[in-house]
Nanobody
């Protein structure tokens, strides 16, 4: 199983972010997929996830600021956000899980992880 994240880099505050996560080696349609992030000096935290049927769940801290569409034909998950802030600087990890309820996603109950992509927002 591989989860490969793309799209990180240096972005100015106020700019737009679009990350992609291409998944292979599992039945994409059967898994919930999502994103975590880890800011410098902080623990990895849940951002958002989308179920196999399209139901979404967002962390309270990011609700209505990120969107998380998935393309089941391309086995790809996206993370999109306008108006980036320096506080969004982090390593972003995509994740896949086959059984955990979206509202209970945490770093302790994920089946598969990607390696992460760095996003740095300059002020």
């Amino acid at each position: 199983v591989q989860l490969q994240a793309f799209g990180g880099g240096l972005v100015q505050a106020g700019g737009y972010l679009r990350l992609s996560c291409v998944v292979s080696g599992l039945s994409f349609d059967d898994y919930a997929i999502g994103w975590f992030r880890q800011a410098p000096g902080k623990e990895r935290e849940f951002v958002a996830a989308i179920g196999s049927g399209g139901t979404t769940y967002y962390a309270d801290s990011v609700k209505e600021r990120f969107t998380i569409p998935r393309d089941n034909y391309k086995n790809t998950l996206y993370l999109e956000k306008d108006s980036l802030e320096p506080e969004d600087t982090a390593v972003y990890y995509c994740a896949a899980d086959g059984s955990t309820r979206l509202s209970t996603w945490s770093t302790k109950n994920i089946d598969y992880w990607g390696k992460g992509t760095q996003v740095t927002v300059s002020s």
